[in-house]
C-alpha cells in the first residue's frame, strides 16, 4: 500500500518565529499560494475586499486537497490541518498586523498593485518581508513606494501553484541580499524550485514566453497556419505540454496583453507589440479559458480541445 507522506511542519523555517503568511488576493494565485503554505504547516491569513471571494477560494482549496487525497499524495487528516491552517480576512490592515511575510497576488495592475503596497507597508510589522506575485511589473517601482524598499522581493509562482515546482524570485534594485537568501530557502522548504533573476521587464519568465505566445498569434494573424497546427508543430516538435496558444487561453489574453504592453514600455522596442487580433480578442471580451472563449472554446466537464469558431 502507498504511504502517504507526514504533512510537513515549518523546521528551522528561515522566516523566525512569532508570525504567520499573509497572501493578498483570493483569485486562482492567491488560493493557490495560501494552499501550499498551510499544506507546509504555516498559518496564513488569506485577505481580500471579497468575503463571497474568500469562500469560493476555501472551496477551491477543498476541493483541490481532496484530488491529493484521492490520489494517495494526503490522507484525510491533513487535508483538515491544511485547511485549519488558513484564516481569512477583508480588511489588509488586520490581515497583515502580525504577519513575517507578506506575499501580494492580486489582479495584474500596476497602480493597484502599488497601492496595496502601501497599505501593506503602513500596516505589516518591522521586519517582515514583502513579495509580489507579478509576473512583470518592475519590483523596484513597487518597493519604491514602502519605506522598506530593502525587504521587498518579488516570488513568482507558477500556475497551478501546487503543481507548479518553479518559483521566480526577482530581486529589485535595493532587495537584501539576506531577504533573498530567505526567500530562496524559504521557496525550498515548500519544495519549490528557486530560481532568482533580476528586476528588468518581464524578468525571465514573461521577457521569453509572451514574445513566443505573441509570434504564434501573428502566425495566426498572418494565415500561416490555424490554431491547431501551430499548437502541434510546438507540442510535437518542440516538446511543449501545451502549444502557445492553448496556453495563452490557460494564462488569459487580457494578462498576455498586460505583459506585452509592460515589455513594450520597460524596453521601447517594437517587437514586444502586441499583435492586433490579441488586441481586438480582448477587447471583444474573448479572454480564453476563463470566458469560456479565446483560440478554443471551453465547455464546463469537458477536457476536449474544440478550435473557436472564429478560427475555423
Excluded: W
Excluded at 481586438?280 to 472554446?297: D, I, P, Q, R
Amino acid at each position: 500500500m502507498k504511504s502517504i507522506p507526514t504533512l510537513k511542519e515549518p523546521k528551522a523555517s528561515p522566516l523566525g518565529g512569532g508570525g504567520g503568511i499573509s497572501v493578498i488576493g483570493a483569485g486562482t494565485m492567491g488560493n493557490g499560494i495560501a494552499h501550499v503554505f498551510a499544506q507546509n504547516g504555516f498559518a496564513v491569513t488569506l485577505i481580500d475586499v471579497s468575503a463571497a471571494q474568500l469562500e469560493k477560494a476555501l472551496g477551491t482549496i477543498s476541493k483541490n486537497l481532496d484530488r491529493q487525497v484521492t490520489k494517495g499524495s494526503l490522507s484525510e487528516e491533513q487535508k483538515s490541518i491544511t485547511l485549519s491552517n488558513i484564516s481569512t480576512a477583508t480588511d489588509i490592515a488586520a490581515g497583515v498586523k502580525n504577519a513575517t511575510l507578506v506575499v501580494e497576488a492580486a489582479t495584474e495592475n500596476t497602480n493597484l498593485k502599488l497601492e496595496i503596497f502601501k497599505q501593506i507597508d503602513a500596516h505589516a510589522p518591522e521586519g517582515c518581508i514583502l513579495a509580489s506575485n507579478t509576473s512583470s511589473i518592475s519590483i523596484t517601482k513597487i518597493a519604491a513606494v514602502t519605506k522598506r524598499p530593502e525587504m521587498v522581493i518579488g516570488m513568482h509562482f507558477m500556475n497551478p501553484v501546487p503543481v507548479m515546482k518553479l518559483v521566480e524570485i526577482i530581486n529589485g534594485y535595493a532587495t537584501k541580499k539576506e531577504v533573498t537568501e530567505t526567500i530562496v530557502e524559504l521557496s525550498k522548504q515548500l519544495g519549490k524550485i528557486p530560481c532568482t533573476v533580476n528586476d528588468y521587464p518581464g524578468f525571465i519568465a514573461n521577457r521569453i514566453l509572451m514574445p513566443m505566445i505573441n509570434e504564434a498569434i501573428y502566425s495566426l494573424f498572418e494565415g500561416v497556419a490555424g490554431v491547431e497546427e501551430i499548437d502541434t508543430v510546438m507540442k510535437l516538435g518542440m516538446a511543449h505540454p501545451m502549444g502557445p496558444l492553448q496556453l495563452a487561453d490557460f494564462i488569459g489574453l487580457d494578462t498576455c496583453l498586460s505583459i506585452l504592453k509592460v515589455l513594450q514600455d520597460g524596453f521601447g522596442n517594437p517587437k514586444y507589440a502586441p499583435c492586433p487580433l490579441l488586441v481586438n480578442m480582448v477587447m471583444a471580451g474573448k479572454l480564453g479559458a476563463k470566458t469560456g472563449e479565446g483560440f478554443y472554446t471551453y465547455t464546463a466537464g469537458s477536457k476536449e480541445l474544440v478550435v473557436s469558431k472564429s478560427f475555423k
